[in-house]
């Protein structure tokens, strides 16, 4: 895998600074644009400078390549990963919280309609005792 994820040495130097720090952050990241409400594909924009930051990082402590699309590419994919991983999470948790009369989570990334009741239909028939 040397040479396509990552120029380093080890893969350790990848893992801690790439998966770790910048998928923390894109992380945050995600979880922040999820909970201002705000569109899915924001997440592309502060990705972008994002995955330029994680590029930094590894040229500024590890001697690595500044100014490598590929490498560019890479961080940026994991970032990107991480981001909206953290976006959806945090969107089906919303819209099951903020919404629970309408909405159920179903499962860790989604949400759906809650079922019809009868009591729920809403022809505004009272129930008698």
């Not at 396509?4 to 720090?21: D, K, Q, R």
């Not at 330029?52 to 699309?69: E, G």
């Not at 590929?70 to 945090?90: I, S």
Request: charged share 15%; proline share 2%.
């Amino acid at each position: 895998m040397q040479g396509i994820l990552y120029e380093e040495t080890h893969a350790g130097l990848f893992i801690f600074v790439s998966v770790i720090l910048g998928g923390g952050a894109a992380w945050l990241s995600g979880r922040a644009i999820a909970g201002t409400w705000r569109p899915w594909w924001q997440i592309v924009i502060y990705m972008a400078i994002l995955g330029a930051a994680v590029r930094f990082i590894h040229f500024a402590l590890f001697q690595a390549t500044l100014l490598s699309l590929h490498y560019y590419l890479v961080d940026t994919a994991v970032c990107f990963l991480f981001g909206l991983l953290a976006f959806r999470v945090t969107r089906a948790g919303q819209m099951a919280r903020q919404y629970r009369w309408i909405n159920e989570r179903d499962g860790l990334l989604k949400w759906r309609r809650r079922a019809e009741t009868p009591a729920d239909s809403g022809d505004g028939a009272v129930a008698s005792m």
